[in-house]
């Protein structure tokens, strides 16, 4: 009998212990599940989907970009999915195939993703997803977003000091938001520096087809354009080969065209939405990650946002794009992003 009452005590306290035990694995799961920048020993692993070919010359190669960035600067573990249709079940059911793999966050490289991630964050609320270049949120999701509309905008300020003609040419592919955004910006720019340039700006349907843009370069230049502004893909060599043989002046976008063919490029509308994934990585690996945030990036942040300008550019064009830079960023100018004049067509 004795023996049974000194094991009632012990018996008690290993209750005891276990409950304790039990509350604090279910405290350090609760605490883990609010703080998404709880730090791990082994390295960061970030995961990404790309809609797109990696090797298109302008957005999707961006993106990727940024994720070997995320590799080469932080030490991170990545996994990515490319060269998928931008659907959303295609996209859905890439990035479910990268959650099984419980990585620390999911960046979705375009806003064209935003609806697919935003279904499938709700189902993986341990995963951290980000999107870039677009404005979804929720408890484990946040958009980072590249402005590319304010080099746009000093894009078209550049364009409207140095044409000769008088007469500026625009061209993107698809009629997607930032697409959209970055000609009302680049039209407004132009307006800024010189009311009476005309504009002829044209969506031509694709980002990657050479053959339809080169004539679309063709007919800008016959109708006066001595320059031309383009947020294409892969389809922006075919501008480029009009405007060379013209002798004429190109401006690119995403990345720093004039690095690459100071020949052609005055300048290039620098908006590099790969530092947006990078920028989310970054935060997350530092402790200052936090969804269910809209996160934009301008003008400030000289390594994302920027324009590049040929050194032959004048410096008193560089100081007055300087000088719309820093009003742009003190808020004194208010880049439009919505366009309401005519569009430039070709003539069947």
């Known amino acids: 009998m004795k023996k049974r009452f000194f094991m ?16 604090e694995a279910a405290d350090k799961k609760s605490s883990k599940e609010k703080n998404p920048n709880k730090q791990k020993q082994e390295a960061l692993k970030i995961s990404m989907v790309i809609p797109g070919n990696i090797k298109d010359k302008g957005f999707m190669e961006s993106g990727y970009n940024g994720l ?39 960046i979705m490289h375009g806003g064209q993703g935003s609806e697919a991630t935003e279904s499938v964050a709700k189902k993986y609320p341990d995963i951290q997803f980000v999107v870039t270049q677009g404005h979804v949120k929720g408890s484990n999701l946040s958009s980072f977003e ?3 509309e304010e080099s746009a905008y000093l894009a078209g300020a550049a364009a409207g000091l140095l044409t000769k003609s008088e007469t500026v040419g625009h061209m993107s592919g ?10 009302a910006a680049f039209a407004d720019g132009l307006k800024q520096t010189n009311p009476e340039a005309k504009l002829l700006t ?3 349907g694709d980002q990657d087809d050479n053959a339809l843009s080169k004539k679309y370069a063709e007919a800008q230049v016959e109708k006066g354009a001595d320059i031309i502004f383009t947020m294409l893909n892969s ?6 080969e009009v405007l060379k043989a013209k002798k004429l002046k190109h401006i690119g976008n995403v990345k720093d065209y004039v690095k690459e063919d100071p020949q052609v490029f005055i300048a290039s509308a620098v908006a590099d939405s790969g530092m947006a994934g990078f920028i989310a990585a970054e935060k997350l690996k530092n402790g200052t990650y936090k969804p269910n945030v809209n ?4 003008l400030e942040n000289s ?13 008193s064009v560089k100081d007055k794009i300087d000088n719309l830079k820093k009003k742009i960023e003190s808020g004194e100018i208010k880049v439009k992003v919505d366009y309401d004049g005519p569009e430039f067509k070709l003539e069947k």
């Open 8 to 23: 009632v005590p012990i018996i008690l306290g290993l209750l005891l212990l276990t409950a304790c035990s039990s509350d």
């Open 295 to 298: 996160e934009q990036i301008g």
């Open 235 to 240: 389809g922006r060599e075919g501008v480029t």
């Open 303 to 315: 390594k994302a946002v920027r324009l590049s300008l040929s050194p032959d550019v004048p410096k």
């Open 174 to 183: 698809i009629r997607v938001v930032p697409g959209l955004k970055g000609r």
């Open 202 to 204: 044209s969506f031509i």
């Open 146 to 148: 590249v402005l590319q």
């Open 68 to 106: 070997m960035k995320i590799k080469n600067d932080l030490g991170a573990k990545v996994d990515y999915i490319d060269k998928i249709k931008p659907e959303k079940q295609s996209m859905t059911n890439a990035l479910e195939q990268l959650a099984k793999k419980q990585p620390d966050m999911i």
